[in-house]
């Protein structure tokens, strides 16, 4: 495993140990996952899945049904055009 990965898993842990006794706490840690490295990368969601014993299809259902995180690494500026009339 690469070094950065592992470093991601460390933080990861890190993040997650507050929360391991409370329900609720899976927004605010991929906020903070996502916050720290600017998309949630699947080795991060896997270690959220691991430590809080939630499955994977969950955290991935809950990260793609909100907006504000993402999945993949994006760009320094981000366009969003309004389609709307």
């Not at 990368?41 to 991935?60: D, G, H, N, Q, W």
Request: net charge positive.
């Amino acid at each position: 495993m690469a070094q950065v990965e592992l470093e991601r898993i460390q933080k990861t842990r890190d993040m997650v140990a507050p929360w391991k006794n409370h329900k609720g706490g899976l927004i605010p840690i991929l906020q903070e996952a996502q916050k720290e490295f600017g998309y949630l990368p699947p080795e991060v969601m896997e270690t959220i899945s691991r430590e809080l014993k939630i499955p994977k299809a969950e955290i991935y259902g809950v990260a793609t049904f909100y907006a504000q995180f993402h999945l993949k690494p994006r760009g320094r500026h981000v366009i969003r055009v309004c389609r709307g009339t």
